[in-house]
């Protein structure tokens, strides 16, 4: 990269437009209390997993194997800020998606773009039906009814609020629903607190005895967010308009045609992504805390492990058995709107997600027209992908842990894949003063390398090469 270039003075940004187009679509960073205003796309990535990885599988890990994977816990939530950040330094930088960055990949055309999107049809299917079944397990105990209709009715109102609304409406939603749930579960731990030598303890990195890495492996990958959720991120932070993702560009910032004034706009909008990235990890942890020391606390020793349609009824327990019927039905809400509004997220990143990535791979194709516009193929997907085939999938299967279960194992495996990539691009393509440090770096392979690790025993589980417990 060559070095930045002066200001030009107005008649010579009027002679080229590319140096005031570029003025234009790198704002001032905003200061002060109105980073306030630009949190959203951090508490809807943190929602995103809310339901599986911090609702659905922490309480579950809990009642199986107590405070003994602490240590993991903590590890993926710290890891996943690692990748998050990169994830988020690319397209507040470049002003580009993250899948219009795989691109740009050396190699045969748009090979990344098929190996991120062809394993998350499943996830994005598998997801979807286990949310809406899960929320229909917490309805069908206030309203009677099936679990089966309850699910056909949440998966369509969900995706109508996502086909008609617009990001605002889910970034704001979604805001208030994670830090009201978040307040709530840790009151609640709070109550129950252990003695602090057992939730110690669980700092130490072990593996407990018969473990079963398909308990373990959708955990992780869910916790904060999945493969998927860390590629949402960018969408959501370019919609907020973060740094040069102000202007929907279909090409990145040209680095040697912008000045150092330009470049540390971008350093103050990188700022403020980290600090808002770091919010919703630590709110993330609390959460996730909360919801393990309530497991441990309340449903270990009574063996009890929420599962396929009786999730809301166990996970009702957890407040149930402190308050009374009171704490019971509310935990029930926290399910129910956790559950939909995780949906809703859901088909919000993967419309986006799947719109941006069928625009490139039609476009390499030379194709054009309905299959090129991002509305179109948005509503399009979440018609059909996030709606019509979720509904179709759990009316076949029918459990909600398990196809949870499944979409969680497929995104663990893909983080590693999703962090290399993104490593690469950020040091292909940005300047000095806008790359991750060395630190950051080596934290974030550190990040890529613990996924692949648990993914690649739990591979190794699956086809019986190695027992329960003998990793």
């Known amino acids: 990269m060559s070095g930045s270039q002066p200001l030009r003075s107005r008649d010579q940004a009027s002679a080229n437009p590319t140096s005031a187009d570029y003025s234009q679509q790198i704002p001032q960073p905003p200061e002060g209390k109105d980073w306030l205003k630009w949190l959203g796309p951090s508490f809807i990535w943190m929602l995103s997993a809310a339901g599986s990885g911090e609702l659905l599988f922490t309480p579950r890990i809990a009642a199986l194997y107590g405070y003994a994977l602490l240590w993991a816990l903590v590890a993926a939530v710290v890891l996943k800020w690692f990748i998050n950040r990169e994830v988020g330094r690319f397209t507040v930088c470049t002003g580009i998606t993250i899948l219009e960055g795989f691109k740009r ?13 062809v394993p998350q ?36 109102v969900t995706a109508a ?16 629903i994670g830090i009201g749930r978040t307040l709530a579960v840790v009151a609640a731990a709070i109550f129950v607190f252990p003695n602090l030598g057992s939730l110690s303890s669980g700092l130490v990195p072990q593996i407990p005895s018969g473990v079963e890495y398909q308990e373990v492996l959708p955990w992780l990958g869910f916790m904060l967010a999945g493969a998927a959720g860390l590629m949402w991120y960018s969408y959501w932070v370019g919609a907020r308009g973060y740094g040069a993702a102000t202007a929907r560009r279909e090409t990145p910032v040209d680095f040697d045609q912008i000045n150092d004034d330009q470049k540390q706009r971008l350093r103050g909008w990188l700022k403020l992504m980290t600090f808002s990235n770091t919010l919703a990890v630590i709110g993330a942890l609390l959460a996730a805390l909360a919801f393990l020391i309530l497991g441990a606390e309340l449903l270990q020793p009574q063996g009890l492990v929420p599962q396929e349609n ?37 088909q919000d990143g993967f419309g986006r997600m799947f719109a941006d990535g069928t625009q490139i791979l039609v476009q390499g194709f030379g194709g054009g027209g309905r299959w090129t516009n991002e509305t179109f193929l ?14 179709a999938v759990y009316l076949w299967f029918g459990e909600p842990v398990a196809l949870l279960k499944t979409a969680g194992g497929i995104e663990a495996a893909h983080i590693p894949i999703v962090t290399g990539l993104t490593l690469y691009l950020n040091h292909r393509m940005l300047p000095q003063g806008l790359k991750p440090s ?17 993914a690649a025993i739990y591979l190794l589980q699956l086809v019986g090469v190695i027992s329960s417990g003998g990793a």
């Open 105 to 117: 990949l050396p190699g045969p055309k748009n090979w990344a773009i098929w190996l991120i999107l």
């Open 121 to 156: 049809f499943v996830v994005a299917i598998s997801t979807v039906a286990g949310m809406a079944g899960a929320a229909a397990t917490a309805l069908i105990l206030g309203t009677g009814g099936t679990v089966q209709l309850w699910t056909v009715i949440i998966i369509l």
């Open 161 to 176: 609020i996502v086909f008609l609304g617009q990001y605002d409406g889910v970034e704001t939603v979604s805001s208030y």
């Open 310 to 346: 009786q999730v809301a009824e166990t996970l009702g327990s957890l407040l149930g058995d402190l308050w009374g019927p009171f704490g019971f039905w509310f935990m029930v809400a926290i399910v129910f709107v956790t559950f939909c509004s995780t949906a809703m997220s859901v």
């Open 378 to 391: 948005r509503k399009f997907y979440i018609v059909t992908l996030l709606a019509g085939l979720p509904i």
């Open 438 to 454: 060395g630190f950051t770096f080596w934290a974030t392979v550190l990040a890529g390398v613990f996924f692949a690790v648990f």
